[in-house]
T-cell receptor, first 117, second 112 residues
């Protein structure tokens, strides 16, 4: 039973346009959500996070939106750059934001983003 | 200290052999995690330490797997009697109590 789902295995976007990566979750206990970026042969790199008390968090070109009622989050990258080409993982945890949790992360399967120059 | 360090980066072993991986976390981080990632999947949680105490273990961590973190610093993950199904990328991560986890580059294990 996959608790975090990324239904698009891949996405291609033109350089300068917006990239939108989607993620759905089923566990209503999740209260902290993160996006990681992964290049081949490297470990995941933290990108941006959002707690369940917010519906939006922005950091430069990256914005994460959370819709708790729909159990859906999305990552927007504007403008997209060729260096953004990587696999993006959505992850979720219970209690991590409050410090009560362990940061045991549940990951989706990832979406491979290709930004075309 | 520039990040989480894992050794070796690659390991090829014959089925039935034992292997041990090492992880050096970011020095001030008290939490340390092991994850496993297979092809086409996201990382899956294996186990977690707070300082030297192993606080959580996934059911993925069979009896052939053991992890230690003596003195709350580096950690080792040992797999005994390896099987072909153990072939995967083994990822270590560390964090402070209320910060994001930072991952190492991983150890790729191939069991032949």
């Amino acid at each position: 039973d996959q608790q975090v789902k990324q239904n698009s295995p891949s996405l291609s976007v033109q350089e300068g346009r917006i990239s939108i990566l989607n993620c759905d979750y089923t566990n209503s206990m999740f209260d902290y959500f993160l996006w990681y970026k992964k290049y081949p042969a490297e470990g995941p790199t933290f990108l941006i996070s959002i707690s369940s008390i917010k519906d939006k968090n922005e950091d430069g070109r990256f914005t994460v939106f959370l819709n708790k009622s729909a159990k859906h989050l999305s990552l927007h990258i504007v403008p997209s750059q060729p260096g953004d080409s990587a696999v993006y993982f959505c992850a979720a945890s219970v209690g991590a934001y409050s410090g009560a949790g362990s940061y045991q992360l549940t990951f989706g399967k990832g979406t491979k983003l290709s930004v075309i120059p | 200290d520039t990040g989480v360090s894992q050794d070796p980066r690659h390991k090829i072993t014959k089925r039935g052999q034992n292997v041990t991986f090492r992880c050096d976390p970011i020095s001030e981080h008290n939490r340390l995690y092991w994850y496993r990632q297979t092809l086409g999947q996201g990382p899956e949680f294996l186990t977690y330490f707070q300082n030297e105490a192993q606080l959580e273990k996934s059911r993925l961590l069979s009896d052939r797997f053991s992890a230690e973190r003596p003195k709350g610093s580096f950690s080792t993950l040992e797999i005994q009697r390896t099987e072909q199904g153990d072939s995967a990328m083994y990822l270590c991560a560390s964090s402070l109590e209320s910060t994001e986890a930072f991952f190492g580059q991983g150890t790729r294990l191939t069991v032949v």
